[in-house]
């Protein structure tokens, strides 16, 4: 059961589910994150391999390591 | 100016005699071009309505629609959903129910037409509360250009509410919505969907999800500019290399640049002075209007140019869509120190002045890191502070080099860092007493790269010298004059003054920092704003005899103050709790006097010790 924060650079999945608390799921949801919704790791910080820049059809989103784990994925 | 008038006669009354001004919100996400739209609308004018009881500010303004309807346009905050999750985000919410201020006749939510597909599930969401709407697709020309189409018809067939395309910054792009906007307001109840309660997010992303497959009819990849830049802005190495690279070209621009308009000002300032004294009877009048009023408010006037240069460059990285990156950049650095990227922005907004940095703080959710960014806010040295670190620095530092670097310039920069450093262990401190509150998310979207607006940019640029000229033309204005009547009466002698009165009974706080009776009188005013402390030495230098002119100031400050002093003075001024409109902004922004004097005494206790130790070790250093 990998997450979103295990993808390496360039690499794309497909987002399967969310875990973590009720709240951060809403937030997930509400900046665009949902089922079936294919993800690419675009760069990653330098500290940490955090926060991580995502692009979500035509759109990016910044998350941080700990928010993406809440992200469970699925490979393309 | 047609425009301005029916404005200010429906403002806040309810009596709207025959002419009914419709009001209309912009609602949508963070970057969906709302700014630019509310500016093409409007004309870029815009005023900030303030509405008591509540913690609102909200820009409002007005325009013509092409039948002759009057409209009056809000401009909310960005938000992704319903969930209300910052003050920020609250505030919006209750805009669009009418909680605040007038209640909408109509919602124009915008989308950001070259990402709707993950952005459409915010029509559904809005469209669940059943009030009239209207759905806008903005930036449709950068959709076009990208290759993505879209098919409107049947995103009005699905949504049941009229949906038009747009443009924001051209006239010709805007014309949909204005047409648009007069079909829609005589016949409200046709554009209002019904009320949808108990709907889950994930259902509104299905149905989102499920319309955009079938309305969005071709879809390339992404912004291809934006993914190469992103590799070298964001790169672990390079993006933060540029990133350091940008900050200092921006600091050295605020004096580089400003140097000549500084110049300008300061030599008018300086010939009105001398060209009043001439005309004018050597009498009290004389002495009110050029000791008084333009030695006091023509030192601070002069630094207009700088805090034009810092805001060029504050809102050229928001048009550009850098300055998320730079959050991005900073969050996993600034989370070791307690704080993190996002309480970036406002932090470097406090570098023109807190008080915009303070209320930017309202984009955080958590509390905790809300209220922390609050507290550190006014050490990152605010443009008021410049005039004063110019002025002593000019005075005692001298010109010489240090390796590439000017001496003055360097002393400058320690001054910069202090603050930063000090804000980085005030933080650290802070995080500890304020416990482990919920954990502040960074979750962001990270817009493509765009061309800034030209109207966008001279409206903002323009909004920030009239608040900075409104404060000089009121605040700083009557607190020269009433400094002036302080120090002129009674009797000519600055000590048997009213203003000597007052500085003999606290100068004892102020001996051990090597304060003299001067400093202490000036600092008295300066609770008003740190910048008319330097009006204000100009001022009780001016009465005692010293020339208006800036060399004229330099010359009685190196004649009165020994180099320990002025250093303390400068300590000083890195923390300097005294600015009335911060305080206030802090007691609105946490709704608490507390807070608010909590703040005034950590940073008052700082700035004693900081000058006490700076002026102990110079004297012992210096002899």
Same mark, same amino acid.
């Given at each position: 059961m990998s997450r979103l924060?295990?993808?390496?650079? $360039?690499?794309?999945?497909?987002?399967?589910?969310f875990h973590g608390d009720s709240s951060m799921e809403e937030a997930l949801r509400e900046i665009g994150f949902a089922e079936g919704d294919e993800v690419e790791l675009l760069e990653r910080g330098l500290v940490n391999g955090s926060p991580l820049s995502i692009r979500l059809d035509r759109t990016i989103l910044a998350l941080r390591k700990s928010e993406a784990a809440c992200i469970e994925i699925e490979a393309d | 100016m047609s425009l301005e008038a029916p404005l200010a006669t429906n403002e806040k009354s309810n009596a709207r005699p025959q002419e009914k001004a419709f009001t209309l919100a912009l609602v949508g996400a963070p970057n969906a071009g709302k700014t630019t739209l509310f500016n093409g609308l409007t004309g870029g004018r815009a005023k900030i309505a303030n509405y008591p009881g509540v913690t609102v500010e909200m820009r409002e303004g007005g325009f013509t629609t092409p039948e002759g309807r009057k409209i009056v346009l809000q401009d909310l905050p960005g938000i992704h959903g319903l969930s209300g999750r910052s003050t920020d985000a609250r505030i919006a919410l209750n805009a669009i129910r009418g909680e605040i201020g007038e209640t909408p006749d109509l919602l124009l939510v915008l989308i950001d037409a070259p990402n709707l597909h993950s952005h459409l599930q915010f029509a559904f969401q809005i469209r669940s509360l059943g009030l009239p709407m209207i759905v806008v697709l903005n930036m449709i020309d950068l959709a076009k250009r990208d290759g993505v189409e879209i098919d409107l018809d049947a995103l009005e067939k699905t949504l049941g509410v009229p949906v038009v395309a747009t443009s924001a910054p051209r006239k010709a792009g805007r014309e949909a919505l204005l047409t648009a906007i007069d079909q829609a307001l005589p016949d409200?109840?046709?554009l209002t969907p019904p009320k949808e309660t108990g709907r889950s997010l994930r259902d509104f992303q299905l149905q989102a999800r499920q319309l955009s497959a079938k309305a969005v009819t071709a879809e390339p990849g992404m912004h291809r500019l934006t993914r190469t830049l992103d590799a070298i802005l964001l790169h672990p190495f390079f993006g933060l290399v540029t990133f350091l690279a940008i900050l200092f070209l921006v600091f050295q621009a605020v004096y580089a640049w400003a140097e000549w308009p500084m110049g300008v000002l300061d030599s008018l300032i300086?010939?009105?002075?001398?060209g009043l004294r001439t005309v004018l009877p050597d009498n009290w009048i004389e002495s009110l209007l050029v000791d008084g009023i333009i030695a006091g408010v023509g030192s601070v006037i002069i630094f207009l140019p700088q805090i034009l240069v810092l805001f060029f460059f504050i809102l050229i990285m928001e048009m550009s869509g850098y300055m998320a990156r730079a959050a991005f950049l900073m969050d996993e650095l600034m989370l070791r120190v307690g704080l993190n990227g996002r309480a970036f922005i406002p932090l470097l907004s406090s570098f023109a002045c807190a008080i915009p940095g303070i209320m930017a703080a309202r984009v955080m959710e958590s509390e905790r890191d809300r209220l922390t960014t609050i507290m550190i806010a006014p050490l990152m040295t605010c443009s008021a502070r410049i005039p004063v670190y110019i002025l002593i620095i000019g005075a005692f530092i001298p010109a010489s080099n240090v $390796?590439?670097?000017?001496?003055?310039g360097l002393v400058m920069f320690a001054l910069y860092v202090a603050g930063i450093v000090s804000a980085v262990i005030v933080a650290f401190v802070f995080r500890r007493i304020l416990g482990r509150g919920g954990e502040q998310s960074l979750l962001m979207e990270l817009p493509s790269y765009k061309m800034p607006q030209l109207r966008d940019l001279l409206v903002g640029l323009w909004s920030r010298a009239k608040i900075f000229l409104r404060r000089a033309g009121t605040v700083i204005f009557t607190v020269s004059i009433v400094l002036w009547f302080l120090v002129s009466f009674p009797g000519n002698d600055l000590r048997s003054s009213f203003a000597?009165?007052?500085?003999?009974?606290?100068e004892p706080i102020f001996k051990p920092l090597g304060f003299n009776l001067e400093i202490v009188i000036a600092l008295v005013p300066g609770?008003?704003?740190?910048? /008319?402390? /330097?009006g204000a030495l100009g001022t009780v230098y001016a009465i005692d005899g010293a020339t208006e002119t800036s060399e004229g100031l330099y010359a009685a400050l190196q004649a009165g103050w020994s180099l320990p002093t002025a250093l303390a003075f400068l300590a000083w001024y890195v923390y300097a709790p005294q600015c009335i409109s911060t305080l206030a902004v802090v007691r609105r922004?946490?709704?608490s006097w507390a807070r608010m004097w909590g703040m005034t005494a950590y940073l008052?206790?700082?700035?004693?010790?900081?000058?006490?130790i700076t002026y102990r070790v110079a004297l012992a250093l210096l002899g």
């Open positions: 924060h295990s993808l390496k650079r $360039g690499q794309k999945a497909r987002i399967r589910a | 409200l109840a046709r300086t010939s009105l002075g001398q $390796g590439p670097f000017g001496l003055q000597g009165m007052i500085g003999r009974t606290i609770m008003a704003a740190r910048e /008319v402390a /330097v922004e946490t709704n008052f206790a700082l700035a004693w010790f900081a000058a006490f």
